[in-house]
Each structure stands twice: as C-alpha cells, then as structure tokens.
C-alpha cells in the first residue's frame, strides 16, 4: 500500500468551528489531492498541490483551504464548518499530473459536522 | 468527461474468475481507462489502467476492445477479500488537475 496516513480517522465538531485534516505521505510524490466522498455524488475533488507551497482549486472549494509547506504534508481546513461538510474526505497522491500516472488513496477522515 | 456505465452488481463464486464489464463508448483517444475498487470504510484501491492493449499485473488483467468502447476487467482467482465495490473510470488530466470521476460502479460478492 501507498505511504499515505491521513489523521484524525473520525471527527465529529460543532457547527462554526475550524477543523484541520491532515494527508502525510511517504513515497516524495509531487502531487496531492483532497477529495470528499458523498453518497449519490461519488468522489469530488476540493483541492490538489501540485508542489510546495503551489496548490490549486477543485471542482467543490468553497469553504476550504489548504496549505502545502512540506513535501510529506497537505492540510485541508474547513475554516468554519458546516453540516454540508459532513463526509469522508480521502487524500490521494501521485508522482505526476499525467493520464498514466495512477492516484493512490489514503484510508479517509469521517467528518461529522452537528 | 467519458461516461462508464457498469451493471450494478455481481456475484463470483471463489476461486472462479470474476470478469467486470465496462462500456465507455465516448472515450477519446488520449483518455486512460482505470479501475479502481473500495472495501466498504477505505480508501479506494488502485487495481490496474490502460490505454489500447491489454494489461496485467499482479492483481489483474484489463481486457480493452480494439474500438475502446468497452473493457474487462478479470480477477483470475476471486477470493472472499476481493468483495468490493469497483470501479471503471475514464482519466481525465489536465491543466486545472486531474479528476478521477467515479461513477456507481460494480458492488462484487465473492461467494463461499
């Protein structure tokens, strides 16, 4: 499996409140990406980075952000959360941008928004 | 994005061959074919892609048609681990990223 550890497993916040999800990936892959996984939507993509610091927008950003500053780590933060933003949200990683080169998943961060 | 369309679900008896079907009849020439599967809590996992010819590797074989309108994807031995739900999707990269769109897919059962 692909070095890829994604923490808190499980986490139930209050509506308002900040929460930081956390992707570290051991492989030195240059890309990484935040998706949510919702029933009857399938994967989304929020965010990807595409290097330090270099991140760029996803299909479902609003009410996100993220930052890069090391090659291992890609944090994905809700800046006030909302109940919308209760789901699974999977990181991926992959050594290019290129339609060969395959994503590999984390095991995913359960969010639940009361 | 190409479409895939894939039957609901599937059952294998293990030990048998478990052959996934997937139609993708607007795929464009550049576009990958990948499978992906999802044990019910993870993460999905990356199974296998290919472009024109068939491809194997130690998981699987993707069987692609000569007009890429379709493939298969085949578990030679199923065993009761390999029930999941997987997944048939069509690469798209790009400058704005890559998004891998995953559809319904197929829900396997391995059967005893």
């Known amino acids: 499996d692909a070095g890829i550890t994604q923490s808190p497993r499980h986490k139930v916040t209050e509506t308002g409140t900040p929460v930081t999800l956390r992707c570290h990936q051991t492989?030195?892959?240059?890309?990484m990406y935040w998706y949510r996984q919702d029933p009857g939507h399938g994967l989304r993509l929020i965010h990807y980075s595409y290097g330090v610091k270099d991140t760029d927008k996803g299909e479902v950003s609003d009410g996100y952000s993220v930052s890069r500053s090391k090659t291992e780590d890609f944090l994905l933060t809700l800046e006030s959360a909302t109940s919308s933003q209760t789901s699974v949200y999977f990181c991926a990683i992959s050594e290019s941008r290129e339609r060969n080169s395959p994503l590999h998943f984390g095991n995913g961060t359960r969010l639940t928004v009361t | 994005d190409a479409k895939t369309t894939q039957p609901p679900s599937m059952d294998c008896a293990e030990g048998r061959a478990a052959n996934l079907p997937c139609n993708h009849s607007?795929?464009?020439?550049?576009?990958?074919v990948y499978w992906y599967r999802q044990i019910h809590s993870q993460g999905p996992q990356y199974i296998i892609h290919g472009l024109k010819n068939n491809e194997t590797n130690e998981m699987a074989s993707l069987i692609i048609t000569e007009d890429r309108k379709s493939s298969t994807l085949i578990l030679p031995h199923a065993t009761l681990r390999d029930t999941a739900v997987y997944y048939c999707i069509v690469r798209v990269a790009g400058t704005s990223g890559s998004r891998l769109t995953f559809g319904e897919g197929t829900q396997l059962t391995v059967n005893p």
């Open positions: 492989e030195n892959h240059r890309y």
């Open positions: 607007t795929i464009s020439g550049n576009e990958y």
